[in-house]
């Protein structure tokens, strides 16, 4: 089971930190993702780490803002977002599975959490 939590509000420009923690089975070799989805739209990639954490991979979009992290359990991963942009604003998931960039190569999900930013 993955747990995701940490959405809320923000100011264009603020920072949030988003949290998955991973209960009820090892997840310590599968590689942890970010998604999100905003409204009226498909679900994007937001960034990867390894299982080991030593990889990481972001999007474009939020390359040089968002920072992807885990703890040294494994059993936790974070998100932390600065410099927020009104776009982006979505609902926000945390998975597990390959190191892709595609929402096929991932086979837990958790549940999202909001972000809402405004200018």
């Known amino acids: 089971q993955l747990q995701a939590s940490g959405g809320g509000s923000a100011q264009a420009g603020g920072s949030l930190r988003l949290s998955c923690v991973a209960s009820?089975?090892?997840?310590?070799?599968?590689?942890m993702a970010w998604f999100r989805q905003a409204p009226g739209k498909e679900r994007e990639f937001v960034s990867t780490?390894?299982?080991?954490?030593?990889?990481?991979y972001y999007a474009d979009s939020v390359k040089g803002r968002f920072t992807i992290s885990t703890d040294n359990t494994k059993t936790t991963v974070y998100l932390q977002m600065n410099s927020l942009k009104p776009e982006d604003t979505a609902v926000y998931y945390c998975?597990?599975?390959?190191?892709?960039?595609?929402?096929?190569?991932?086979?837990?999900w958790g549940q999202g959490t909001l972000v809402t930013v405004s200018s």
């Open positions: 998975a597990a599975g390959g190191l892709g960039h595609s929402s096929n190569e991932y086979i837990y």
């Open positions: 009820g089975r090892t997840f310590s070799r599968y590689a």
């Open positions: 780490i390894s299982w080991s954490g030593a990889i990481t």
